[in-house]
Every structure is written in structure tokens, then in C-alpha cells.
């Protein structure tokens, strides 16, 4: 445990339980450093068992009351922690570059889509509408009633950890719903306790919001295994997904996840290369690559292989990386050195298999520049496995069929991008990929509050965001009215 004085931001060492800022009751702390020079920014004594029952309960307690307050009152909230959230944004920004990594323009992104979700998240509150459906039996009318779930327990991830903790979070209140939140212990931050700072300054009622931060080596499957949720939403590894999916299964629970991509960037060869490339840089090397929606194979028609190459190498040298509190920086540092060596033995292993070396980039500390493999294989690790890191996997092939079944072979259907000359040819070989979300012309990485985020395959259940968010947090219940007396058989 660090003295006092030694950390950044000492206000930051409490959980936010049942409106309360207080000590978790763990003997463990978690020390939260800048990913960049190591500085301490936080010191956290963790959340025990026992701090997540109370959470739940407090939840529980208060749900009711949250789902009959008017939608008006809901939305209220919402629009107000928006509201906060514009002004607190340069200070909100400061905070993701330094306890993420996060560049100045991946932070600012990150802030500008969490208000976006949650002003689109405050209509909600207005379309938890019934509809009266008519009956066979005379006499009846069927009404059914769309309603909150009840309480929700979140687990979200470091490397967005601001929008996709309230991605969870604004669709749950909105509709009516109570939550529990576990923030990553990377990220206490970014990814919890600032966002119950705001929700409290927005007036939240108590209970409503929890965030606990706690050591998955001493709760186990706490969050997941207790009674009181009645859905789990979960953003992370398809790996912790799909023991969260298992859980949650045993329990006759609804389980919402959003898991790993290994998300392809098709370049066919009537496409416009200057505009591929472009777009192939930003979002393979945004944030480090380190999104669950960033460019992970880049898939190019022999075609035009070599002069994508040429082109892509040369914007990637152009690209900034270092410390990511300058403006001119698009490359910092990655989250820890666990991770910088998982990706360093996958360009090594992949070497070794035949891959290429066209750019060779260089690891100090955190801090990884790009490296670009060329004359990749589907089989090589670097195909493989999501890389979450600076690495440029390019695959050559002979024709878009070829891209296409290239593409399909692997089990995550996250995101994807398709580059032609013409949109409806780019839309037609889109189709044919099987992912959740692909885009024609532009880059993998894109999140907007009105339309359906989430994965097929192994890339995880549900959809996020837009009226599909809706569906996430609520349930359905038909009630039956018998107006007139009925005559039975009998």
C-alpha cells in the first residue's frame, strides 16, 4: 500500500454502494497506474463478497420505486448527466489519457459517443408502451406490457471503459431497471466511479447505481452467481463470455454479451487504395488497436497487394506514437506488459510460420510502434487470435470469393469494413460476411446510438444501442382481460 502522498488522486479509493462512497471491505488493494510513466493515479481497497451482496440488495430495494417514477423523471436524469458530462468533458478526456493510455482524440471520441448514448438512451423512458391485441375468446382483450427487468449486473472491460460502462448503464436506468456495475480493476476510474460521480450529480436516486471494484481472484463468480440479477451484461474475452453464458444458463438467466473480434478489412480490387488506406490506419492503429471493433486481418486482392502495401506502410510511418496526452499522438501506450509480450510472442510465432516482416516496430516499456506482417495465412497466430495491439496482419488473395470465405473462416463475427469502387458491389460481398456489423467504404471501428451493436458467432448474444438496446433491459407480460362473463364447457 502507497502513502498518501504519492498518489494523484486519492479521492478515488472508495466504492459507490447504495449511494454511499465508502471502503470496500476486502483486505486487498488495487493501485492504479498511468499505463505511460507508471505514476500512481489511485489506490482502491477492493470490494468483497459481501460489498456485491450489499449492492444487490440496496438494488433490489430500490428498483420498484425507480420503475414506477414518471419517464419524465428517468429521462431527467439522463439528460442531465449528459448535460455534465459536456462540461466535465476536458477533464473527463484528462482522465482516459491518463488511466487508459488513450490518445487525446480516441479520449474525446470516447466522451462524445457516451453523451450521444445517453441522450438517445433518455427517450427510452417514453416507449415502454403496452398494445392491446385482440382475442379469440369474446369478450377479452390480451394487453401486453413491456417492463423492466429488475436488477442488472455489468461487467465491463478497460479499454473503452467510459462509453462501454454507460452503454449498460443509460439503457438499465432508462427503462426502469436498477444496476450493479463492475469496473475493471485496470480502470476504476474511467470505467465506474467517475460515472457515479456524474449519475449522483445528476440526481440518481440512491441505489439505483452501485459500482464495485473488485479482484476476480477473491469474488469468483460472485457477480454473475447471485440470485438477485435477473440479466448479466458482460463486455470482454469470448473466453469469460462464455463462462458468464454457462452461468448464466444454469440459473435461467438472460445473459447480454459482447465479446472479442477478429474483425476483417476487405480491400477488393476496384477499390479506391488512397481512401483504403486511410481508413485501414485509423482504425487499425486507433488506440493502439486495443477495441474489441478494431481492424485485426486486413484481407487485399493480389491486384492491388502491392500498391496497398506501399501506400499502407507509408501512412503507418507517418502515424505518432508516444505520450498520449500530445495532441499530435495516435499511438500510446498499451495497457500493460502481459499484454505487450502476448503480442510480441504472436508476431514472433507468426514469423516463424511464414509471415513477412514489412515494418518493424519496437517495443519500450508499454509503449509498442507499429509492425506490419505481409503475406499472412488464415493459420498464422497472427490471423488467428484478436491482436489488441499496433500489428497489421495483411492477407493476399486471388479474388473477393476468396476474400469472402477468408473472412468467414473464424469463429468471431464482430465488425468488418469492405472497400469498392462501387457501393452496391461493396454491399453485396458485405452481405455474404457473417458478422454483426460491417461497413462499406469506411473503417471498422464506428458506434452509433440508433443502430444495433453486437456480434454473431463466437462474438457473443444480443444487441446494444438503438430500440434493440430496449429489448436488452426489459421483458414482456401479457395480461388478459375477461370483460364480459365467459361460458365455459363445463
Same mark, same amino acid.
Given at each position: 500500500?502507497?502513502?498518501?502522498?504519492?498518489?494523484?488522486?486519492?479521492?478515488?479509493?472508495?466504492?459507490?454502494?447504495?449511494?454511499?462512497?465508502?471502503?470496500?471491505?476486502?483486505?486487498?488493494?488495487?493501485?492504479?497506474? =498511468?499505463?505511460? =510513466?507508471?505514476?500512481?493515479?489511485?489506490?482502491?481497497?477492493?470490494?468483497?463478497?459481501?460489498?456485491?451482496?450489499?449492492?444487490?440488495?440496496?438494488?433490489?430495494?430500490?428498483?420498484?420505486?425507480? *420503475?414506477?417514477?414518471?419517464?419524465?423523471?428517468?429521462?431527467?436524469?439522463?439528460?442531465?448527466? *449528459?448535460?455534465?458530462?459536456?462540461?466535465? $468533458?476536458?477533464?473527463?478526456?484528462?482522465?482516459?489519457?491518463?488511466?487508459?493510455?488513450?490518445?487525446?482524440?480516441?479520449?474525446?471520441?470516447?466522451?462524445?459517443?457516451? +453523451?450521444?448514448?445517453?441522450?438517445?438512451?433518455?427517450?427510452?423512458?417514453?416507449?415502454?408502451?403496452?398494445?392491446?391485441?385482440?382475442?379469440?375468446?369474446?369478450?377479452?382483450?390480451?394487453?401486453?406490457?413491456?417492463?423492466?427487468?429488475?436488477?442488472?449486473?455489468?461487467?465491463?472491460?478497460?479499454?473503452?471503459?467510459?462509453?462501454?460502462?454507460?452503454?449498460?448503464?443509460?439503457?438499465?436506468?432508462?427503462?426502469?431497471?436498477?444496476?450493479?456495475? $463492475?469496473?475493471?480493476?485496470?480502470?476504476?476510474?474511467?470505467?465506474?466511479?467517475?460515472?457515479?460521480? +456524474?449519475?449522483?450529480?445528476?440526481?440518481?436516486?440512491?441505489?439505483?447505481?452501485?459500482?464495485?471494484?473488485?479482484?476476480?481472484?477473491? @469474488?469468483?463468480?460472485?457477480?454473475?452467481?447471485?440470485?438477485?440479477?435477473?440479466?448479466?451484461?458482460?463486455?470482454?474475452?469470448?473466453?469469460?463470455?462464455?463462462?458468464?453464458?454457462?452461468? *448464466?444458463?444454469?440459473?435461467?438467466?438472460?445473459?447480454?454479451?459482447?465479446?472479442?473480434? =477478429?474483425?476483417?478489412? +476487405?480491400?477488393?480490387?476496384?477499390?479506391? @487504395?488512397?481512401?483504403?488506406?486511410?481508413?485501414?490506419?485509423?482504425?487499425?492503429?486507433?488506440?493502439?488497436?486495443?477495441?474489441?471493433?478494431?481492424?485485426?486481418?486486413?484481407?487485399?486482392?493480389?491486384?492491388?497487394?502491392?500498391?496497398?502495401?506501399?501506400?499502407? $506502410?507509408?501512412?503507418?510511418?507517418?502515424?505518432?506514437?508516444?505520450?498520449?496526452?500530445?495532441?499530435?499522438?495516435?499511438?500510446?501506450?498499451?495497457?500493460?506488459?502481459?499484454?505487450?509480450?502476448?503480442?510480441?510472442?504472436?508476431?514472433?510465432?507468426?514469423?516463424?510460420?511464414?509471415?513477412?516482416?514489412?515494418?518493424?516496430?519496437?517495443?519500450?516499456?508499454?509503449?509498442?510502434?507499429?509492425?506490419?506482417?505481409?503475406?499472412?495465412?488464415?493459420?498464422?497466430? +497472427?490471423?488467428?487470435?484478436?491482436?489488441?495491439?499496433?500489428?497489421? *496482419?495483411?492477407?493476399?488473395?486471388?479474388?473477393?470469393?476468396?476474400?469472402?470465405?477468408?473472412?468467414?473462416?473464424?469463429?468471431?463475427?464482430?465488425?468488418?469494413?469492405?472497400?469498392?469502387?462501387?457501393?452496391?458491389?461493396?454491399?453485396?460481398?458485405?452481405?455474404?460476411?457473417?458478422?454483426?456489423? @460491417?461497413?462499406?467504404?469506411?473503417?471498422?471501428? =464506428?458506434?452509433?446510438?440508433?443502430?444495433?451493436?453486437?456480434?454473431? $458467432?463466437?462474438?457473443?448474444?444480443?444487441?446494444?444501442?438503438?430500440?434493440?438496446? @430496449?429489448?436488452?433491459?426489459?421483458?414482456?407480460?401479457?395480461?388478459?382481460?375477461?370483460?364480459?362473463?365467459?361460458?365455459?364447457?363445463?
Amino acid at each position: 500500500m502507497s502513502t498518501l502522498s504519492t498518489v494523484k488522486f486519492p479521492f478515488w479509493s472508495k466504492q459507490w454502494i447504495g449511494g454511499t462512497w465508502k471502503e470496500g471491505a476486502s483486505s486487498r488493494y488495487e493501485t492504479v497506474t =498511468n499505463p505511460f =510513466n507508471q505514476e500512481i493515479l489511485a489506490e482502491i481497497k477492493l470490494a468483497s463478497k459481501e460489498d456485491i451482496d450489499q449492492a444487490y440488495q440496496f438494488a433490489k430495494q430500490v428498483q420498484p420505486s425507480w *420503475a414506477n417514477a414518471s419517464a419524465y423523471e428517468r429521462a431527467g436524469v439522463l439528460e442531465r448527466a *449528459a448535460e455534465i458530462l459536456v462540461q466535465r $468533458k476536458e477533464e473527463i478526456v484528462n482522465y482516459l489519457v491518463q488511466e487508459t493510455g488513450s490518445s487525446q482524440l480516441k479520449a474525446s471520441i470516447e466522451v462524445d459517443t457516451s +453523451i450521444g448514448d445517453l441522450k438517445y438512451a433518455a427517450q427510452y423512458s417514453f416507449r415502454l408502451s403496452g398494445t392491446i391485441l385482440p382475442s379469440l375468446i369474446p369478450g377479452k382483450e390480451n394487453r401486453v406490457y413491456r417492463k423492466p427487468v429488475g436488477v442488472i449486473g455489468a461487467i465491463t472491460p478497460w479499454n473503452w471503459p467510459f462509453y462501454l460502462s454507460i452503454r449498460v448503464i443509460a439503457p438499465a436506468i432508462a427503462t426502469g431497471n436498477s444496476i450493479v456495475l $463492475k469496473a475493471d480493476s485496470q480502470t476504476p476510474i474511467t470505467g465506474g466511479l467517475l460515472i457515479a460521480q +456524474i449519475f449522483e450529480q445528476a440526481g440518481l436516486p440512491k441505489g439505483v447505481l452501485s459500482v464495485v471494484v473488485a479482484d476476480v481472484q477473491e @469474488i469468483g463468480d460472485y457477480m454473475v452467481e447471485h440470485t438477485i440479477p435477473s440479466v448479466i451484461s458482460f463486455t470482454g474475452s469470448t473466453a469469460a463470455g462464455r463462462r458468464i453464458g454457462e452461468i *448464466a444458463g444454469r440459473t435461467l438467466r438472460k445473459a447480454a454479451l459482447e465479446l472479442g473480434g =477478429n474483425n476483417v478489412f +476487405i480491400v477488393l480490387d476496384d477499390a479506391n @487504395i488512397d481512401q483504403a488506406v486511410a481508413a485501414a490506419t485509423f482504425g487499425k492503429f486507433l488506440h493502439q488497436g486495443q477495441i474489441c471493433i478494431a481492424t485485426n486481418r486486413i484481407i487485399v486482392c493480389r491486384s492491388v497487394y502491392e500498391e496497398f502495401i506501399t501506400k499502407f $506502410k507509408e501512412s503507418t510511418m507517418k502515424v505518432k506514437v508516444g505520450d498520449p496526452a500530445d495532441p499530435e499522438t495516435l499511438i500510446g501506450p498499451l495497457i500493460n506488459q502481459r499484454q505487450a509480450q502476448r503480442i510480441m510472442d504472436l508476431i514472433q510465432q507468426s514469423l516463424r510460420e511464414g509471415a513477412t516482416l514489412e515494418l518493424e516496430g519496437k517495443l519500450e516499456g508499454n509503449l509498442m510502434s507499429p509492425f506490419i506482417l505481409t503475406d499472412v495465412t488464415n493459420d498464422m497466430a +497472427i490471423a488467428k487470435q484478436e491482436i489488441f495491439g499496433p500489428v497489421a *496482419a495483411i492477407i493476399p488473395v486471388d479474388n473477393e470469393d476468396e476474400a469472402i470465405r477468408i473472412a468467414n473462416d473464424c469463429d468471431a463475427g464482430l465488425s468488418g469494413a469492405v472497400f469498392s469502387g462501387s457501393i452496391e458491389h461493396g454491399v453485396h460481398v458485405a452481405q455474404q460476411v457473417v458478422t454483426g456489423m @460491417i461497413h462499406v467504404n469506411d473503417q471498422t471501428v =464506428n458506434v452509433e446510438p440508433n443502430v444495433p451493436f453486437g456480434g454473431e $458467432k463466437s462474438s457473443g448474444i444480443g444487441r446494444y444501442c438503438g430500440e434493440w438496446g @430496449i429489448e436488452e433491459f426489459t421483458t414482456l407480460q401479457w395480461i388478459s382481460v375477461q370483460k364480459e362473463d365467459r361460458q365455459y364447457p363445463i
